[in-house]
T-cell receptor, first 112, second 112 residues
Framework: DSGVTQTPKHLITATGQRVTLRCSPR?????VYWYQQSLDQGLQFLIQ???????AKGNILERFSAQQFPDLHSELNLSSLELGDSALYFC???????????FGPGTRLTVL | AQSVTQLDSQVPVFEEAPVELRCNYS??????LFWYVQYPNQGLQLLLK??????LVKGINGFEAEFNKSQTSFHLRKPSVHISDTAEYFC??????????FGTGTRLQVFP
């Protein structure tokens, strides 16, 4: 158990819909990272937040957005969903400066 | 920009045999190197990391890796594998220990 929690574990929805994935970092970690794992793209970095502020952005679509709240939990919002958005979405957290990232169990999103 | 190449998509091996999973990286600046393991339907777990210092790094579950700067490699080794080592293994790099850039993964299949 890494100490990072993600909800829900599974999510099934339809094209065009909007979903929110939630992540709670390890106690004391200020940085949260979001990654997407899909069969065709592999593991890709989406976005990083540090203490409520966006710190780095990767290959995140404009239809996707994220935020980190004062209690340090983070949410990833995915809208206008397409079939290709079906993937495993991981959250990770770290101290700062980071020496390693701790990953949550992931949320498996299926878009039908 | 940084990139990671894992040359072998699958590595079959018999139980108690040694194994090496290969990882090469490309970067114009100094990087930090990581190996993560993903068991079926689970998140990513850190096996070991190289940040600085000794180029031979020991991790959990009997794994070790050697950082070779001249060959830009960070190969993962285990002298004797077990059935329970069957999993997907990911090599990753980061600059200043921020976002991780992952390789495409190597599926290690251990046979009895």
């Amino acid at each position: 158990d890494s100490g990072v929690t993600q909800t829900p574990k599974h999510l099934i929805t339809a094209t065009g819909q909007r979903v929110t994935l939630r992540c709670s970092p390890r106690s004391g970690d200020l940085s949260v990272y979001w990654y997407q794992q899909s069969l065709d793209q592999g593991l890709q970095f989406l976005i990083q937040y540090y203490n409520g502020e966006e710190r780095a952005k990767g290959n995140i679509l404009e239809r996707f957005s994220a935020q980190q709240f004062p209690d340090l939990h983070s949410e990833l919002n995915l809208s206008s969903l397409e079939l290709g958005d079906s993937a495993l979405y991981f959250c990770a957290s770290s101290v700062d400066p980071p020496s390693e990232q701790f990953f949550g169990p992931g949320t498996r999103l299926t878009v039908l | 920009a940084q990139s990671v190449t894992q040359l072998d998509s699958q590595v079959p091996v018999f139980e108690e045999a040694p194994v090496e999973l290969r990882c090469n990286y490309s970067s114009s600046v100094s990087v930090y190197l990581f190996w993560y393991v993903q068991y079926p339907n689970q998140g990513l777990q850190l096996l070991l990391k190289y940040l600085s210092g000794s180029t031979l790094v020991k991790g959990i579950n009997g794994f070790e890796a050697e950082f070779n700067k001249s060959q830009t490699s960070f190969h993962l080794r285990k002298p004797s594998v077990h059935i329970s080592d069957t999993a997907e293994y990911f090599c990753a790099v980061s600059v200043r220990t921020d976002k991780l850039i992952f390789g495409t993964g190597t599926r290690l299949q251990v046979f009895p």
